[in-house]
């Protein structure tokens, strides 16, 4: 029996590793699955694990009130050597560019046991951009054995830094795999729907407004402090601008986000300041948005396939796949840049269609079955020896 160990801590890791799980769980005569999870993000996290009916044989639990890199970084190394001396998989797979996926990957390299990397291959190529995580994706490139690109930039990039060839697997990104289960889910239960809209309603925010809803999400470490403060006085002005526009912000819960926006931007009428939301609900709210601005990176790769423009608050994206096909545009954090952006999507409505329509270079939806694949073929190759 091939042993597996996928490891993920946060809410954006748990949305791409699940339907990976669900992959490999239809072979149990070739595969044993085993999930840990570090909880980088508690929650958040949690609200994942329940929507795939997952359970964690490993909990980590690190999180910490006011944890810090180093705190993390420490508590995950050395409960992960307990895990995997307890487990000895052939194979542990991570994603990304979390604190996580790096520890979790060097803690595997000093027992000497396989990383396979979901998502390898995104970069900036500054390291302060984004930060942490550009270091801890080109880290964990170094140490993986097995990379699984999500596109051919991305296998352009691990070659380019001497990564064999062999090595690497072009499969699309799991992302668009959980975007369409959850979608499918929606779609096909009139109940379920109807609980989705009653939930985000109890929230703050009555979708039925039929209103122009502008999605806004804010959370990166590296637009903390004056970076956010920049982006709450661009959510004013575009709502003072565009009175017609609802603003939907489900904030972080992270006390440098949650402040700032409470202070900076309550008591204007069309902005809703609402708690974070499930992975379905959130879902639900992008499918509905007319555009969605953000900081995060799994959005850029997501919103496309809803034929949703997104405008992205950060300086470079490793994503540069979504801004050559025209779905996302970099807008950084200044105020003027964001709201002059937004004002132009709003009132120009053949560059909005140009967005909407541009394709998603993400995958199909079947990157999941293609990871899977390639372990079969390893399982079949070792038995032919």
Do not use: W
């Not at 044989?57 to 910490?64: A, I």
């Not at 307990?82 to 990957?105: C, I, K, M, Q, R």
């Not at 984004?130 to 801890?136: A, I, L």
């Amino acid at each position: 029996m091939y042993k597996v160990l996928i490891v993920f801590g946060t809410r954006p890791e748990a949305i791409k590793m699940a339907p990976l799980v669900k992959e490999f769980e239809k072979f149990p005569d070739l595969f044993e699955i085993r999930v840990c999870v570090t909880a980088q993000h508690r929650e958040m996290l949690d609200q994942v694990l329940d929507l795939f009916n997952i359970e964690p044989e490993y909990d980590l639990n690190v999180m910490r009130s006011n944890q810090d890199l180093n705190s993390i970084t420490s508590s995950i190394i050395l409960k992960m050597k307990e895990v995997l001396l307890d487990y000895t998989p052939n194979v542990v797979l991570v994603h990304g560019d979390t604190t996580t996926s790096f520890v979790a990957s060097l803690a595997s390299f000093y027992q000497q046991i396989p990383v396979g990397h979901i998502e390898a291959g995104l970069r900036t190529n500054d390291i302060y951009s984004p930060f942490p995580e550009e270091v801890n994706r080109r880290l964990t490139s170094i140490i993986s054995t097995y990379n699984f690109s999500p596109t051919s930039l991305s296998e352009s990039n691990l070659l380019r830094e001497g990564r064999n060839k062999n090595s690497i697997f072009v499969t699309g990104n799991t992302v668009v795999d959980s975007l369409f289960f959850i979608l499918n889910k929606i779609n096909n239960s009139s109940g379920l729907k109807s609980t989705i809209l009653d939930k985000i309603n109890k929230l703050g925010y009555n979708i039925n407004r039929a209103k122009k809803i502008i999605l806004v999400t804010a959370h990166r470490r590296e637009n903390h402090g004056q970076g956010f403060i920049n982006i709450c006085h661009a959510i004013r002005d575009i709502a003072n601008d565009n009175k017609e526009v609802d603003i939907v912000f489900p904030v972080h819960l992270n006390p440098e986000i949650n402040n700032v926006a409470n202070k900076l931007l309550c008591n204007i009428p069309n902005i809703f300041l609402i708690k974070p939301l499930s992975y379905e609900q959130f879902i639900f709210l992008m499918s509905k948005s007319y555009l969605i601005v953000t900081d995060s990176g799994g959005i850029q790769e997501e919103a496309p396939s809803l034929g949703k423009p997104v405008l992205v608050m950060r300086e470079s994206t490793e994503r540069p796949e979504a801004l050559n096909s025209g779905t996302i545009r970099l807008v950084g954090s200044m105020p003027e840049k964001i709201v002059t952006e937004v004002n132009n999507l709003i009132n120009n409505s053949s560059l909005y269609k140009k967005m909407q329509n541009s394709n998603n270079p993400y995958g199909d939806g079947k990157a999941s079955y293609r990871i899977v694949d390639v372990f079969k073929k390893i399982i079949q190759s070792n038995s032919k020896l």
